[in-house]
């Protein structure tokens, strides 16, 4: 932008940035709004609350709630969140000096997943996959750590992420993928500084602002929405709202535009792209492409916040997306909850109904003529109380009679046993009713066995988070390359936490001397050990180390290990075998102290048998 703003007014050229991210944002919008299954987005989240009936549905009648989609959704997220999975990551180009690096990396990544928030996020992740998909965005957060900054997965509500161009592979096929999210003014400035003072806040954001419903969004779908959404959804179909007071703290939508620019510098001299004094800056030479690695754009409330190239150097769109059953026809891929939504809907139904027939026992309805009882008698009768007595007058035409409740059909209960059992077979729930129906029930590690080999969703769901992790991950590992710089890395590993590559060109950086940046994330590795996602996996092998082990096939050493790799069991390896040594020489020891007592007793016993 600095050498366009030669040529055009800045005002003019900020004008024409805001009018080109205005028209792509209402484009992704609009694309957004049309795809159904984030409409059913919003379904299952009702379910998951017990906001299974409508406000219209059954009126007068029973709506009971036996929520099991949220049972069945505790079960999987437990199972696909309590994972210890083996990373390694590795280098593909075989250069001197990338096996420390390995190592250090390798260190650093173990001890940024338990210092960081990535479990918290995980989990979410796992929930909007299993409703949907999830979303994470993959940065840099200069603020953590005490302002030495750190890699950060900030999980993202699908309704908060667009894509436009994409056809299933998010970082090859998509042109433009923005990100959006409600923040604060204040927020805005501590991260833009000065620049963002002249942001203005949407007053459609405001808590107490009275909001109009858009015409294209249904009453029905409307009372659905929380008060933050009806606000962003009449903020994007252009009606306004009337804030009730000024807020202290002005809220705005923040929206990030990463996006392929294919523009060709052309002008007589070299450039430097993004700021000189950051590890992501470049120079462009005249004829070469300006943004190699992409552009990126930050806007809120009618101002421009940022435009610069992508600053990261592995050049790929920092956006990881966690689909649990992907399938061919659907970028989006298949909801796993939503066939069992419709489950829980048709169980809502049939319990409303059998409790309606209860509560008709209960409470018996009286029918009779309406001479039958004066109009005072009328609101005082109470029919189901036991042992009450109702008098009616002697001239009624007909005796006033209890009419007898409803009868159950005989297909109500196994159509009822039927749909639950299909809906806990989803889940781990059935395997667990089976092992307990047996005569000698098992013990608990044969529990998790069997009921993880009875849940092939899940196995399913584990694939694709590895594909998930694996992609973040490489994020993660090409973020802490390009920033963590040697003094980061003293302060928290001592000399450890140099490499041979600080003392050379590129000082103070892992990047080696002579390689482009972006050339040295590019071989960087990072790899799931298949087998080491799911508990059950892990003990599977466990079992076959442990017989190998008793069986005298494999060393102490090579078990051991395998506990530490895979167990995360965290074990001093070097000190075990010095005391194993030690506890073999004290039994040794031992051994011939108590067979030399043993010979002195013969030789005892046999002199005195001589005597």
Same mark, same amino acid.
């Given at each position: 932008?600095?050498?366009?703003?030669?040529?055009?007014?800045?005002?003019?050229? $900020?004008?024409?940035?805001?009018?080109?991210?205005?028209?792509?944002?209402?484009?992704?919008?609009?694309?957004?709004?049309?795809?159904?299954?984030?409409?059913?987005?919003?379904?299952?989240?009702?379910?998951?609350?017990?906001?299974?009936?409508?406000?219209?549905?059954?009126?007068?009648?029973?709506?009971?709630?036996?929520?099991?989609?949220?049972?069945?959704?505790?079960?999987?997220?437990?199972f696909?969140?309590?994972i210890?999975?083996? #990373?390694?990551?590795?280098?593909?180009?075989a250069?001197?000096?990338?096996?420390? #690096?390995?190592?250090?990396?390798?260190?650093m990544?173990?001890?940024?997943?338990?210092?960081s928030?990535?479990?918290?996020?995980?989990?979410?992740?796992?929930? +909007? @996959?299993?409703i949907?998909?999830?979303?994470?965005?993959?940065?840099?957060?200069?603020?953590l750590? @005490?302002?030495?900054?750190? &890699?950060? %997965?900030?999980?993202?509500?699908?309704?908060?992420?667009?894509?436009?161009?994409?056809?299933?592979? =998010?970082?090859?096929?998509?042109?433009v993928c923005?990100?959006?999210?409600?923040?604060?003014?204040?927020w805005?400035?501590?991260?833009?500084?000065?620049?963002? *003072?002249? %942001?203005?806040?949407? &007053?459609?954001l405001?808590?107490?602002?009275?909001?109009?419903?858009?015409?294209?969004?249904?009453?029905?779908?409307?009372?659905?929405?929380s008060?933050?959404? *009806?606000?962003?959804?009449?903020?994007?179909?252009?009606?306004?709202?009337?804030?009730?007071?000024?807020?202290? +703290?002005?809220?705005?939508?923040? /929206?990030?535009?990463?996006?392929?620019?294919?523009?060709?510098?052309?002008?007589?001299?070299?450039?430097?792209?993004?700021?000189p004094?950051?590890?992501?800056?470049?120079?462009?030479?005249?004829g070469?492409?300006?943004?190699?690695?992409?552009?990126?754009?930050a806007?809120?409330? @009618?101002?421009?916040?940022?435009?610069?190239?992508?600053?990261?150097?592995?050049?790929?769109?920092?956006?990881?997306?966690?689909?649990?059953?992907?399938?061919?026809? /659907?970028?989006?891929?298949?909801?796993?909850?939503?066939?069992?939504?419709? #489950?829980?809907?048709?169980l809502?139904?049939?319990e409303?109904?059998? =409790?309606? %027939?209860?509560?008709?026992?209960?409470?018996?309805?009286?029918?009779?003529?309406?001479?039958?009882?004066?109009?005072q008698?009328?609101?005082?009768?109470?029919?189901?109380?036991?042992?009450?007595?109702?008098?009616?007058?002697?001239?009624?035409?007909?005796?006033?009679?209890?009419?007898?409740?409803?009868?159950?059909?005989?297909?109500?209960?196994?159509t009822?046993?039927?749909?639950?059992? $299909?809906?806990?077979?989803?889940?781990?729930?059935?395997?667990?009713q089976?092992a307990?129906?047996? !005569?000698?029930?098992?013990?608990?590690d044969?529990?998790?066995?069997?009921? &993880?080999?009875h849940?092939?969703? #899940?196995?399913?769901?584990?694939?694709?988070?590895?594909?998930? =992790?694996?992609?973040? @991950?490489?994020?993660?590992?090409?973020? !802490?390359?390009?920033?963590?710089?040697?003094?980061?890395?003293?302060?928290?590993?001592?000399? *450890?936490?140099?490499?041979?590559?600080?003392?050379?060109p590129?000082?103070?950086?892992?990047?080696?001397?002579?390689?482009?940046p972006?050339?040295? %994330?590019?071989?960087?590795?990072?790899?799931?050990?298949?087998?080491?996602?799911?508990?059950?996996?892990?003990?599977?092998?466990?079992?076959?180390?442990?017989?190998?082990?008793?069986?005298?096939?494999?060393?102490?050493e090579?078990?051991?290990?395998?506990?530490?790799? *895979?167990?995360?069991?965290?074990?001093?390896?070097?000190?075990?075998?010095?005391?194993l040594?030690?506890?073999?020489?004290?039994?040794?020891?031992?051994a011939?102290?108590?067979?030399?007592? /043993?010979?002195?007793?013969?030789e005892q016993?046999?002199?005195?048998?001589h005597?």
């Amino acid at each position: 932008m600095a050498e366009l703003a030669e040529i055009r007014p800045e005002f003019q050229l $900020e004008t024409e940035v805001l009018e080109w991210a205005d028209s792509v944002y209402q484009e992704a919008s609009a694309e957004q709004d049309a795809t159904p299954e984030l409409k059913n987005f919003e379904r299952i989240i009702d379910f998951l609350e017990g906001k299974q009936w409508s406000s219209k549905a059954r009126y007068g009648r029973s709506r009971p709630v036996v929520n099991r989609l949220v049972r069945q959704f505790i079960e999987m997220v437990a199972f696909l969140t309590d994972i210890q999975p083996d #990373i390694q990551v590795h280098f593909t180009d075989a250069i001197e000096g990338f096996s420390e #690096i390995e190592d250090l990396m390798n260190r650093m990544l173990v001890d940024w997943a338990y210092m960081s928030d990535f479990e918290t996020e995980l989990m979410m992740a796992v929930m +909007y @996959g299993l409703i949907l998909q999830a979303v994470v965005k993959v940065q840099w957060n200069p603020s953590l750590r @005490g302002g030495m900054g750190d &890699a950060q %997965v900030m999980c993202l509500s699908p309704l908060d992420f667009m894509q436009i161009g994409s056809s299933g592979n =998010l970082k090859n096929d998509a042109e433009v993928c923005i990100m959006r999210q409600v923040v604060t003014k204040p927020w805005l400035i501590r991260r833009f500084g000065d620049v963002a *003072r002249g %942001v203005q806040a949407d &007053a459609e954001l405001e808590m107490g602002t009275q909001i109009s419903k858009p015409n294209t969004i249904s009453s029905k779908r409307w009372q659905r929405l929380s008060p933050l959404m *009806r606000n962003m959804a009449s903020k994007l179909a252009g009606v306004s709202g009337v804030a009730d007071s000024a807020s202290r +703290y002005p809220k705005c939508i923040y /929206k990030e535009f990463w996006f392929k620019d294919d523009s060709i510098w052309d002008g007589p001299e070299s450039i430097v792209i993004g700021n000189p004094l950051c590890s992501w800056s470049y120079l462009v030479e005249p004829g070469m492409p300006k943004y190699p690695r992409g552009r990126m754009l930050a806007v809120s409330g @009618g101002k421009v916040l940022e435009d610069s190239c992508n600053p990261y150097w592995h050049g790929r769109m920092p956006f990881s997306i966690y689909r649990p059953m992907r399938v061919p026809w /659907k970028f989006s891929g298949l909801s796993p909850l939503d066939p069992m939504a419709a #489950i829980q809907a048709i169980l809502n139904r049939i319990e409303g109904a059998v =409790l309606d %027939v209860i509560n008709s026992t209960v409470e018996p309805k009286l029918m009779g003529p309406s001479t039958a009882f004066s109009e005072q008698d009328k609101d005082s009768i109470d029919p189901g109380m036991p042992g009450g007595k109702l008098w009616y007058r002697n001239n009624t035409p007909q005796v006033p009679q209890f009419v007898p409740p409803p009868v159950l059909g005989n297909y109500v209960l196994p159509t009822l046993q039927g749909l639950e059992k $299909e809906m806990s077979a989803s889940s781990g729930a059935s395997a667990i009713q089976q092992a307990l129906g047996k !005569k000698q029930v098992p013990g608990g590690d044969s529990m998790e066995m069997i009921l &993880a080999s009875h849940s092939s969703n #899940i196995r399913l769901f584990s694939r694709s988070l590895q594909s998930f =992790l694996e992609d973040a @991950g490489s994020m993660v590992v090409a973020n !802490k390359l390009q920033f963590e710089t040697a003094d980061k890395r003293i302060k928290q590993y001592g000399w *450890r936490g140099l490499t041979e590559q600080d003392f050379k060109p590129y000082y103070r950086h892992l990047c080696p001397a002579g390689m482009e940046p972006e050339e040295f %994330v590019r071989n960087a590795a990072l790899t799931i050990q298949k087998g080491s996602l799911l508990s059950v996996e892990r003990m599977d092998q466990l079992t076959l180390m442990s017989n190998l082990r008793k069986a005298g096939e494999i060393d102490s050493e090579t078990y051991l290990s395998f506990l530490n790799r *895979r167990m995360n069991a965290n074990l001093n390896i070097a000190q075990i075998q010095q005391r194993l040594a030690k506890e073999a020489a004290q039994k040794a020891q031992m051994a011939l102290i108590v067979g030399q007592a /043993k010979e002195q007793q013969k030789e005892q016993a046999k002199a005195a048998h001589h005597a």
